[in-house]
């Protein structure tokens, strides 16, 4: 008599391969753009058959990445953005909330010049780059950060900044687990930087608490 086949084992490892595969392309593709699916399915440790099984060509592949990507941006907005706290506790929080999905940004801004499209990048991209423009203007209405650029241009100086900063980090060249690029951040948007220790330090003890509750 013959054995049922085992099913679940077999969608358990199917799971884990695209998992896999997803969490290479997200990393290699922000370091070269223009690598090919042959190269990702190396990288990932699996054969091309597995990989095309799952995602048919280079634009599925990088559609599942920004759906995976939005997600977890608003995610990670929906625990960073504190419209009820200070400024520049809030762009703090916001900083801190964002540097674990640092790598979706990098992957999607790099990825923006050649195949989703800066459309679809900035669509994505837009609920992130907006919740900081906004806690930009209020801070700037305070008096909390310098007023010398626009807060939409200002938004857009500080992710520039940050993308760069964690390219170093993914490089070896700085060491950070956040809190050093959010007191920059600070800085940049017009904190005294003692004044911006000062802040970063106790968000980021609220931040740990809160996080390890959840």
């Given at each position: 008599m013959t054995k049922p086949v085992a099913r679940v084992p077999q969608r358990r490892n199917a799971r884990s391969n695209r998992a896999r595969i997803l969490a290479t392309a997200r990393r290699e593709l922000g370091k070269n753009p223009d690598i090919t699916l042959e190269e990702l399915a190396r990288a990932s440790g699996v054969v091309r058959r597995t990989l095309f099984g799952h995602f048919p060509g280079r634009t599925a592949l990088l559609e599942a990445l920004a759906e995976e990507a939005a997600e977890t941006l608003r995610d990670a907005i929906a625990t960073g953005v504190k419209p009820t706290e200070p400024?520049?506790?809030?762009?703090?929080?916001?900083?801190?909330?964002?540097?674990?999905?640092?790598?979706?940004?990098?992957?999607?801004?790099?990825?923006?010049?050649?195949?989703?499209?800066?459309?679809?990048?900035?669509?994505?991209?837009?609920?992130?780059?907006?919740?900081?423009?906004?806690?930009?203007?209020?801070?700037?209405r305070d008096g909390v950060f310098h007023g010398h650029v626009p807060?939409?241009?200002?938004?857009?100086?500080?992710?520039?900044?940050?993308?760069?900063?964690?390219?170093?980090?993914?490089?070896?060249?700085?060491?950070?687990?956040?809190?050093?690029?959010?007191?920059?951040?600070?800085?940049?948007?017009?904190?005294?930087?003692?004044?911006?220790?000062?802040?970063?330090?106790?968000?980021?003890?609220?931040f740990v608490a809160v996080t390890a509750d959840d």
């Open positions: 400024a520049e506790r809030a762009l703090a929080y916001f900083s801190l909330s964002m540097w674990p999905v640092g790598d979706r940004y990098r992957m999607l801004l790099a990825l923006a010049r050649h195949d989703l499209g800066t459309e679809r990048v900035a669509e994505i991209l837009a609920p992130a780059r907006d919740a900081v423009t906004a806690v930009l203007e209020r801070g700037q807060p939409a241009v200002l938004s857009a100086g500080l992710e520039a900044m940050t993308v760069a900063l964690l390219e170093q980090v993914n490089t070896g060249a700085l060491e950070d687990n956040g809190t050093r690029v959010t007191v920059v951040t600070l800085v940049a948007a017009g904190v005294p930087a003692h004044r911006a220790c000062v802040v970063v330090d106790d968000v980021a003890a609220t």
